[in-house]
């Protein structure tokens, strides 16, 4: 009977809608079984690596652990001098102390989505403009290229798991997957996307599923509309959903209670059918009904406070509380998130308008007022603000270079870890299997050669559901002995802070035409001195009137105790000193924000003629300015010169670049300008190609 077929389609309908609202505590159990695990390409075997200093996910632990793991789940975390019992035949690995991660979490991705090389032809990331701003049916996983070799070259800088997300095009982009960075983890060992999936093996129903959204100058910038008539848009699809939503609960409601009726069931149902029709559905609206629902981890890409805030307000009108604000590099001015996880950057910045209020400290900041904070990449590492057009390169050491980043300008050590690993574990609702070394968990770890937060520290071995990725497993004892690094690393310091009022007092001084400054507490300098200066206990450096005079043992610096006197000295607390660096190869002077024209002096086309030089040549020197935020970021970085070409749009004339210092108080006519004409700057490559 027809109406009996359309009520019972119905009924499952809500019953499904109902399981998937109610909450699913999971929990991870030693004798859990990790369904991307098989024993074709899976690791066979126990694995036991030994006397590791371990960061959990939590924190760095006392002492030093074995973890033991099989068929891709970690069985067991010891500590060594336990003895932990270990199986016939398991292949151990002694790492001598060396540092263990668990896998990081990358929760912004577009790597699967633009594949390498960059090809409009695989370029997949954002669905536009055909089906407008708001795409919320769309699916990234439509676009993934499982052939995509970044896979690896990602999974080796230890990202083991991605939220792979569309692009920030349209005000909703569409459905983002979870992944797990290992290439060809089917059986067959073939290119298959679903095999890609972190939840491969769960029923789909069962999945964890994820929106991708975007609010500010993306979307504005698209498809030319304003912030005013997006959020309307949004707002319009919005209510039609929830209108959708309350016409679905309302019949579901009726037809429980039909479902209950022991008497005359059929007649009911067939009266309920002829008075209520059919369960009302939408194939277009169905995400959005599911958001209203709860049933999607909403992660937005928004960068300002005030579009934080009207972004929260729309979609609190609807019921919906976003999981996660991705790149939010002004979020620091605003630390009243209530359950939101910051993924942002750590020194990325000023690329655009959106980003020029950008932080150093930003991630401490938040962390001091109890935000969670995650880092991580835009793999492939984008030119942010480029997705759209598909620029891209890749930095496979992206997310650990990023903790290591936030940790210099104060986050803690284990703040830091978090935040590549456990946080965004949590934020993504995959806590319950990624993030953490315990009994349990997927066998996700990282062996590193270093502390991960130390400069240039790289993975030796990276193992995603237990299976070597980096293909190091025979040779890895050899590499660890062979690591210049040393056993049991520690941490390396955060740069020190220093209070407005302190700075001020000491610049004050150093600006007084007749200053002095004494740099103590030095521990080797990178300079090229008169002198040898091989044993630096003792070694100062004394500046006088802007110039250094002296750099040497104090007691030659000094020959009697007045000559001491009215110096400010600076204690470097075992510093370096080195020449001021030489910035070469970017916009310093000549763009203040690379996506807005008017902030810089314009570039060069193809059109020009490379053999006209009064035409065609354009020097730097006419177009410089010498001020602005990338300044400041660069007497941070230690640059106090820069090298400085024409901004180019293509053609191989780029022009001839200027050399100008960074100094804030440099004039282009007062010593701001080093060299007028320093070289010639040639392009060569397909931005140099004609139409």
Request: hydrophobic share 35%; aromatic share 6%; with cysteine.
């Amino acid at each position: 009977m027809w109406q009996l077929n359309l009520f019972n389609e119905g009924i499952n309908k809500c019953y499904e809608a109902r399981s998937r609202s109610q909450s699913n505590n999971k929990a991870a159990s030693e004798s859990r079984v990790n369904h991307r695990w098989n024993p074709v390409s899976g690791h066979k075997g126990d694995i036991v690596i030994q006397n590791a200093t371990l960061f959990d996910g939590e924190l760095t632990r006392n002492g030093t652990f074995d973890i033991h793991f099989s068929s891709g789940v970690i069985r067991s975390v010891s500590p060594t001098h336990l003895d932990h019992p270990i199986p016939e035949g398991t292949h151990i690995i002694n790492v001598h102390g060396r540092f263990i991660t668990p896998g990081l979490v990358d929760m912004h991705s577009h790597h699967l989505l633009l594949p390498f090389p960059q090809l409009p032809a695989t370029n997949d990331v954002n669905e536009r403009p055909l089906l407008g701003p708001i795409t919320p049916f769309v699916r990234a996983i439509d676009g993934f290229k499982p052939h995509d070799p970044t896979i690896k070259i990602i999974a080796s800088g230890g990202v083991t798991s991605s939220l792979v997300l569309p692009g920030s095009a349209n005000i909703v982009g569409g459905e983002a997957y979870m992944v797990k960075n290992l290439p060809l983890s089917g059986a067959a060992g073939e290119p298959v996307v679903e095999e890609l999936l972190l939840e491969y093996g769960l029923p789909e129903n069962n999945r964890q599923r994820y929106l991708k959204m975007a609010c500010g100058e993306n979307p504005k910038r698209v498809y030319g509309n304003t912030r005013l008539g997006l959020t309307w848009l949004l707002r319009k699809q919005l209510e039609e959903a929830r209108d959708l939503h309350e016409r679905q609960s309302a019949w579901c409601r009726v037809a429980f209670d039909v479902e209950e009726t022991s008497f005359a069931k059929t007649h009911h149902v067939k009266t309920f059918i002829r008075n209520h029709g059919k369960r009302p559905d939408s194939f277009e609206l169905e995400t959005l009904v599911a958001l209203i629902r709860g049933e999607l981890n909403v992660n937005v890409h928004c960068y300002e406070p005030e579009d934080f805030e009207r972004m929260l307000s729309v979609l609190h009108e609807f019921g919906v509380h976003p999981q996660a604000f991705h790149h939010a590099l002004e979020a620091w001015q605003l630390t009243y998130s209530r359950n939101i996880t910051i993924a942002t950057f750590a020194e990325n910045a000023l690329f655009k308008a959106e980003a020029y209020g950008a932080n150093l400290r930003g991630p401490k900041i938040l962390d001091d007022h109890g935000v969670k904070v995650a880092l991580k990449s835009v793999l492939p590492n984008v030119s942010i603000g480029e997705v759209e057009r598909g620029n891209h390169d890749f930095d496979s050491n992206n997310s650990r270079y990023q903790a290591a980043v936030s940790h210099s300008f104060g986050l803690s050590e284990d703040k830091s870890l978090q935040a590549v690993t456990s946080i965004p574990a949590q934020s993504v609702q995959q806590d319950h299997r990624i993030g953490y070394v315990r009994p349990g968990y997927d066998a996700d770890l990282v062996i590193w050669d270093d502390h991960p937060l130390q400069v240039g520290a790289t993975p030796l071995e990276v193992f995603i559901d237990g299976r070597a990725v980096l293909g190091n497993s025979d040779s890895l004892e050899l590499l660890i002995h062979n690591s210049s690094s040393v056993e049991s690393p520690d941490a390396p310091a955060p740069r020190p802070s220093i209070l407005e009022h302190e700075k001020e007092d000491i610049c004050s001084k150093a600006h007084n035409s007749r200053s002095k400054i004494l740099f103590s507490g030095i521990k080797k300098a990178l300079v090229d001195t008169p002198t040898s200066l091989e044993d630096t206990s003792d070694i100062v450096l004394l500046l006088e009137d802007g110039k250094a005079v002296c750099l040497n043992k104090r007691s030659n610096c000094f020959s009697t105790n007045q000559d001491e006197q009215n110096i400010t000295e600076l204690s470097l607390n075992e510093g370096y000193i080195t020449p001021g660096l030489v910035a070469f190869g970017n916009n310093l002077g000549i763009q203040d924000i690379p996506s807005e024209e008017s902030t810089g002096d314009g570039s060069s086309g193809k059109s020009a003629d490379p053999l006209d030089e009064q035409k065609s040549i354009h020097f730097a020197k006419y177009g410089i300015h010498l001020h602005g935020r990338a300044f400041t970021r660069a007497r941070i970085g230690g640059v106090t010169k820069a090298i400085t070409a024409p901004r180019s749009n293509g053609g191989i004339i780029q022009g001839v670049s200027v050399g100008i210092r960074t100094s804030e108080t440099a004039m282009i006519l007062d010593n701001g300008i080093w060299k007028d004409d320093v070289a010639l700057h040639l392009t060569v490559g397909q931005s140099a190609k004609g139409e």
